[in-house]
């Protein structure tokens, strides 16, 4: 465990405890025992580390709204946030390093959480989504962090093998409980789209949609969460999301949010929806037929882009409201494709399986750039980011690694030591940086 103190204004100094030497914590949360996952009750409890006894105020909200400028970039610090999927953690690891710094339980189930989206806000706090049934923000930096048992220190993790129980570490700020997945072992219709929106000019706290799947109804739910504590604002359901009643096991699958803070979600084969931001109103496109749609991300005029398992990519024009699709064939049949991040040059950047690697397409011109860019003993590349240096990280499930990938020289990093790491949302918060100052 990670003692810092915070000494002086901003100035930081950290400590290593052995663990025969940690003090028990007074910290706790609040009804933090595991509901049933089944239940629809949305209203469960969470836990606020916004107390009135911190160590420091509440931070003030970053208020990078759309136009402004600004960026990650200018940030100190640059995260890349991928769930370890089995071990129910999430792995905070430097992108200019490539060490884990960090890694956190991502609910009150501990290891049976089941953690896959993370989403990162304008000012570099992740939003980690358990298929398992929660949402849990994680501030970034330890002045966004609370000392919750006012010792004057905030207890975090250290690295990857220093794991705090769920509830004791100070850097987690809330978590707001959601309905599971069923139980079943890949939680089918448990909560998945996550994505930060910039929050508005008169509040800027940036707010979080989340979305998930109420099979039993044929109904996709979804919830946008107050930044600053977690509190739903509002909710929105799209009744008959299996409009062709296939039985399909996995509703609302992907999520982004644009410029305007719309969200933008697929279903695992379609539907493609919006929320407006404003109205809540919803608009609902079905994808061509044979396609099945899986990741999804905007790029700078804000139009979805998807990538699918049958070797699919849709572009989808919001104005003419039409599909334009590209088939990657490997001549052995369709190409499987997962998550996608587009970076700043209008690259897609596309995780795929068989053969394992990364396939490129140019969103400008909507052409192939590349089906066969190689990632070094690679099995089941899942997803896709970038960082603010435009490398493009790939987190790869079966070897337990992520892999950074500098465009520009071809070489090649891996982080190793990650469980199952399964994540392909915005991971590094790139892609909503991309909508909000498409400039840069």
Not at 32 to 41: G, K, L, R, V
Not at 80 to 104: L, P
Not at 278 to 301: C, F, K, N, Q
Not at 349 to 366: M, R
Request: aromatic share 6%; charged share 20%; with cysteine.
């Amino acid at each position: 465990m990670r003692r810092c103190v915070l000494v002086l204004l901003g100035l930081t100094a950290c400590t290593d405890v052995r663990d025969d030497d940690a003090q028990p914590t007074a910290a706790s949360i609040a009804d933090a025992e595991t509901q049933d996952p089944s239940a629809a009750d949305t209203s469960a409890e969470k836990f606020d580390a916004n107390g009135p006894g911190g160590l420091l105020p509440p931070p003030a909200c970053a208020s990078v709204m759309p136009g402004q400028g600004g960026s990650l970039g200018d940030l100190d610090f640059s995260y890349v946030w991928i769930s370890n999927s089995m071990q129910g953690t999430v792995s905070k690891i430097d992108t200019e390093s490539g060490i884990e710094v960090a890694r956190y339980f991502t609910s009150a189930r501990e290891g049976a959480g089941d953690p896959s989206r993370t989403a990162v806000n304008p000012a570099g706090d992740v939003a980690v989504t358990s298929r398992a049934g929660a949402v849990t923000k994680i501030a970034a930096f330890l002045d966004r962090c609370e000392d919750r048992d006012e010792d004057g220190i905030i207890d975090t993790s250290s690295g990857p093998d220093d794991v705090l129980p769920f509830g004791t570490d100070e850097c987690v700020r809330w978590s707001v409980e959601l309905p599971g997945g069923g139980g079943d072992p890949k939680n089918h219709q448990g909560p998945r789209p996550t994505g930060w929106d910039a929050g508005t000019p008169e509040d800027p706290c940036s707010r979080l949609w989340v979305g998930w799947y109420e099979q039993a109804q044929n109904r996709g739910r979804f919830q946008r969460h107050d930044g600053t504590d977690g509190a739903v604002l509002d909710e929105v359901t799209v009744d008959d999301w299996d409009v062709a009643q296939t039985g399909r096991d996995w509703g609302p699958y992907g999520g982004a949010v644009d410029q305007q803070g719309d969200l933008w979600a697929i279903g695992w084969g379609g539907p493609l929806v919006r929320i407006d931001a404003t109205t809540l109103e919803v608009s609902r496109w079905e994808t061509p037929a044979g396609t099945h749609p899986y990741g999804i991300a905007l790029d700078a005029d804000g139009h979805p882009w998807t990538s699918g398992m049958s070797g699919d990519v849709l572009h989808f024009d919001p104005d003419a409201q039409t599909f334009e699709s590209l088939v990657l064939d490997t001549g052995a049949g369709p190409r499987i494709l997962r998550g996608l991040a587009i970076d700043r040059d209008g690259v897609a950047w596309i995780a795929a399986n068989s053969p394992c690697g990364l396939v490129t397409v140019d969103t400008a011109t909507h052409a192939l750039i590349s089906d066969a860019v190689e990632l070094p003993d690679c099995s089941m590349p899942v997803g896709v980011g970038i960082d603010v240096q435009g490398r493009v990280w790939v987190p790869d499930s079966v070897e337990n690694v992520a892999y950074r990938r500098d465009p520009s020289s071809g070489t090649v990093v891996r982080t190793e030591g990650l469980v199952a790491p399964y994540t392909y949302s915005d991971m590094t918060g790139a892609g909503l940086e991309l909508v909000l100052n498409p400039q840069g």
